[in-house]
C-alpha cells in the first residue's frame, strides 16, 4: 500500500482484464535523477483475496498502471481506493495514540473487512492471481472506481462554505449524499463561496475567486 503514490501500480501477479484504449502514463520515480517512464498503459486487473474462513473474493483494481512485467508486488494507492468510497483505516494499532484503528480496508456495502498486515513499516494485504474458475464465478469487488483517474482536479481543492451562507435560505449541504457523489463522480473543484447582493459581483472578482482569466 502506497500513500504517496496518486494512481495504483500492479505487478506480476496479477491478471489483466484489459488495457484502455488510448490511455496511458507518464510516470516519474521519486528520485528527479531517473528518467520518466512513458507510454505506461492504463489497464483493470484483478486480484484474489483468500478470506480466513476459506471464501474466495476477486478484488478489482480499475484504472490502474500495467506494471506486469516490471515489478514483482503491486502498489496500492490509498487514497484512490478511499475515492470509491472504501474506508483504509491503514494506521498501525501498536502506535495508534487513540487506540481506535481497525487497521483494514473496510467495503461496508459487502460486508467485508480486509485486514491490512505490516513488513516492518509497509502496510500490504496478501492476494494472487486468480484462475479461470475464479473469475468467473467468485464474487467480485470493484476497490477502485471505473471512472478515468483524475487524481488532481479533486483532492488539490479545498471546499467549504462560508459563514454567511449558513445565515441566508439557499445553503448548499456538502453533506448531502448526492451532491457528494456528483462532485466526486464530475471533479467540480468549489474554490470559495460568500453571499452578496444582487449586482455587486464584478468579474474581476470572480476570476479571482475560481481562478480563471
Request: charged fraction near 20%; glycine fraction near 2%.
Amino acid at each position: 500500500m502506497d500513500s504517496h503514490a496518486d494512481i495504483t501500480c500492479v505487478g506480476a501477479h496479477t491478471h489483466i482484464i484489459e488495457h484502455i484504449p488510448g490511455q496511458t502514463c507518464v510516470v516519474h520515480p521519486f528520485d528527479d535523477s531517473y528518467e520518466p517512464m512513458k507510454n505506461v498503459r492504463v489497464c483493470s486487473a484483478a486480484f484474489v483475496y483468500d478470506k480466513s474462513d476459506g471464501e474466495t473474493i476477486i478484488l478489482r483494481i480499475n484504472q490502474c498502471l500495467d506494471y506486469s512485467e516490471a515489478m514483482n508486488h503491486s502498489l496500492l494507492c490509498t487514497n484512490q481506493v478511499r475515492s470509491n468510497g472504501i474506508i483504509v483505516d491503514d494506521t498501525p494499532q501498536m502506535i495508534d495514540v487513540l487506540s481506535k484503528s481497525q487497521q483494514a480496508i473496510i467495503i461496508s456495502n459487502h460486508d467485508l473487512s480486509i485486514t491490512i498486515k505490516t513488513k516492518g513499516p509497509v502496510p500490504f494485504i496478501p492476494v494472487r492471481r486468480p484462475t479461470e474458475n475464479e473469475l468467473k464465478y467468485c464474487e467480485c469487488i470493484n476497490l477502485t472506481s471505473e471512472e478515468r483517474r483524475e487524481p488532481y482536479l479533486f483532492l488539490s481543492s479545498n471546499i467549504f462554505i462560508n459563514s454567511s451562507l449558513a445565515e441566508s435560505r439557499s445553503t448548499l449541504d456538502l453533506t448531502s449524499s448526492w451532491l457528494m457523489h456528483d462532485i466526486l463522480h464530475n471533479m467540480y473543484a468549489i474554490k470559495s463561496m460568500r453571499y452578496i447582493k444582487k449586482g455587486e459581483m464584478q468579474p474581476d472578482e470572480l476570476s479571482k475567486l475560481w481562478n480563471i482569466n
